[in-house]
């Protein structure tokens, strides 16, 4: 499947009513192979930049939790530099392309007030569903994923 197409899953989802977080990992999941009732569950919380607290963006998020399903530990003798690393270099390259990790800095918005829902509600399409395909468009370039 080609990275438009895989990245456009990604904003589709997002688009149907999951968050961020859960757009990307779901996205990065199924195209590793995994499923799992975990899944898009584990990511709830990390939606709206954590918890709707405008923090790390939960489409960063939601990478950084498929990064550790290919690359997370099992054992705590296992090795977790391939991980930091490739989480890393995804973190550098979101920020290089949207200019910044947090919610935030990248749509504005207080999900706390009233203002900030009607806010987000009007960027939803135009930025978020942005972030979210280019996300995962970053995994697949960054060729962590198969593509």
Request: aromatic share 8%.
């Amino acid at each position: 499947m080609s990275k438009n197409k895989v990245a456009g899953m990604a904003a589709s989802r997002f688009l149907s009513g999951f968050n961020c977080a859960e757009s990307v990992l779901l996205t990065l999941a199924g195209h590793q192979g995994i499923e799992s009732t975990l899944i898009p569950r584990i990511a709830t919380p990390f939606g709206g930049g954590i918890a709707r607290s405008a923090s790390i963006c939960g489409c960063v998020t939601g990478a950084l939790m498929g990064i550790g399903m290919k690359y997370g530990r099992v054992q705590p003798t296992d090795d977790r530099l391939k991980a930091y690393d490739v989480a890393s270099s995804f973190m550098s390259a979101f920020e290089r392309r949207f200019g910044s990790l947090i919610c935030y800095d990248l749509i504005g918005c207080d999900f706390r007030t009233p203002e900030g829902h009607k806010r987000f509600e009007e960027l939803k399409e135009s930025r978020c569903a942005n972030f979210v395909k280019g996300a995962v468009e970053i995994m697949l370039e960054m060729q962590k994923l198969k593509v």
